[in-house]
C-alpha cells in the first residue's frame, strides 16, 4: 500500500516476516534497487547507483539496515571489496504491485518500480 503523507513523503506498507511495517521511500527505494539487480543477473550493485553522491559518509545503507533490523534476522544486504551492494540470500521478495508503485508520486522509486515490472514480464 502506498501512503502519502502530509510533508509530500511517500511511505510503503509493506509486508515483511508476516507483519505489516511501514517504510520510508528512501529504504523502499533502496531495498527495490537491490532486488532490481537481482533480477537482472547482476546483483551487485554500485553505491552511486543507489544514491551515494561521494566515495566516504554515505548513511543510506546504514539506515537501511536500521529500517529493517526489527524485520529481519542478520543483515540484509553485503558489501563486496569494490563498495558494491547486493540482498542478502536470505531476503525473498515476494509479491511486488508494480503499478501502484509507479504511481506513488516518487519518481525515483516509480521508474525502478517499472524496471522492475519489465523485467518481471520477461521471465
Known amino acids: 500500500t502506498v501512503l502519502k503523507t502530509g510533508a509530500g513523503w511517500v511511505d510503503c506498507e509493506v509486508l515483511i516476516g508476516g507483519r505489516t511495517t511501514t517504510l520510508v521511500p528512501s529504504t523502499i527505494l533502496l531495498l527495490l534497487s537491490l532486488f532490481e539487480g537481482r533480477l537482472r543477473d547482476r546483483p551487485w550493485v554500485a553505491r552511486g547507483d543507489l544514491g551515494a553522491k561521494t566515495p566516504s559518509g554515505w548513511k543510506g545503507m ?62
Open 62 to 123: 546504514t539506515r537501511f539496515r536500521r529500517d529493517l533490523a526489527c524485520h529481519v534476522s542478520g543483515r540484509p544486504d553485503e558489501l563486496d571489496d569494490h563498495g558494491r551492494y547486493r540482498l542478502a540470500d536470505s531476503i525473498e521478495i515476494g509479491e511486488i504491485d508494480t503499478a501502484r508503485l509507479e504511481a506513488c508520486g516518487d519518481p525515483d522509486i516509480a521508474e525502478v518500480a517499472e524496471d522492475i515490472r519489465e523485467l518481471l514480464a520477461k521471465r
